[in-house]
């Protein structure tokens, strides 16, 4: 069990770099990558990967989805790719620490106020946030706690899904993780997608706030 | 059972209430998105044309349900691999 948390790797100018982090690097150039040998090879596939996000966000959110896309999908395939990339040996997934989960949900909770004061102005966006002045304590402690609860989702999860995977792996290490891991993929997927969805439905009620 | 020491006690009373915690965490969640699939599949046989509508909002508040089992799996990982107590006083 001892292998199994993020370890750290090495140091840069006194700041300890963890594993998660290096395969957060790795992922990235890879993301890139990829992309860009699609776009080449086969634009039907990105451009079907793109209709799904537009679809998905604008559904839920019930207005067009252009200005809020760039993020939220780099969102969903950074978070997707994240909790797959674990099932290759020797890689960890990111999401498998803390902090990415967390860095995650503090962009969400930024892009909120972002969004939302892009919409309404900044003193409409606060008169919005206190309409009743009273709901305001509320309002904050609501943002502040789902950001943790984004947070602990996400990271809970992963973790649990990885702790089944390596105790059925200690007990019976032949064929009997194989499920396991299939369902470990797709929770990962599945929890991409509820990130995104939740996020998509924290910047539209950002937006609405106080709007009737 | 007094003249155990401190350590042993900490750790049988963090495994017995770990496993108690999760299953009490886990079976009211589950039971409660049962719930919430049944009534969902009520509603989309009765109105299939609102199913997607209502397979969004099933997974969102599937989610939202789901965090407070993961809330008490984050407490348990938190007594079994860092236990505060453990590390305080030995």
Redesign the interface.
């Known amino acids: 069990m001892e292998g199994f948390f993020p370890q750290v790797v090495f140091n840069i100018f006194g700041i300890p770099v963890r594993d998660t982090v290096i395969s957060t690097w790795v992922m990235m150039v890879l993301i890139v990558a990829v992309t860009i040998l699609v776009r080449r090879r086969w634009p039907a596939a990105i451009e079907m990967l793109v209709d799904f996000l537009n679809d998905t966000v604008a559904d839920v959110m019930e207005r067009p989805a252009e200005p809020y896309l760039p993020f939220l999908g780099a969102l969903a395939i950074f978070i997707a790719v994240a909790n797959v990339i674990g099932v290759v040996p020797f890689v960890v997934s990111p999401t498998r620490d803390i902090n990415t989960p967390l860095a995650l949900a503090l962009i969400v909770f930024f892009s909120v106020y972002y969004f939302g004061i892009r919409a309404k102005g900044v003193a409409g966006y606060f008169k919005g946030m206190a309409s009743p002045i009273f709901m305001l304590p509320m309002e904050i402690i609501g943002q502040l706690s789902r950001t943790l609860s984004l947070t602990i989702r996400l990271f809970g999860n992963i973790i649990s899904t990885e702790l089944i995977v390596a105790v059925i792996f200690m007990l019976v290490p032949l064929i009997a993780p194989l499920p396991l891991i299939g369902f470990s993929m797709f929770t990962g997927l599945l929890q991409a997608y509820i990130f995104t969805v939740l996020a998509t439905v924290y910047i539209g009620s950002g937006m609405e706030a106080g709007e009737q | 059972m007094a003249e155990m020491d401190p350590g042993t006690l900490i750790t049988l009373v963090t495994i017995l209430m770990s496993g108690i915690g999760i299953l009490l965490g886990t079976l009211v969640p589950a039971i409660v998105e049962g719930r919430a699939v049944l009534k969902a599949l009520e509603g989309m046989t009765r109105q299939p044309e609102v199913a997607?509508?209502l397979r969004?909002t099933l997974?969102?508040a599937m989610?939202?349900l789901?965090?407070t089992a993961?809330?008490v799996?984050?407490i348990i990982?938190i007594l079994i691999?860092a236990n505060p107590l453990l590390d305080r006083f030995f």
């Open positions: 997607g509508q969004t997974l969102i989610a939202l789901e965090s993961i809330y799996l984050l990982l691999f």
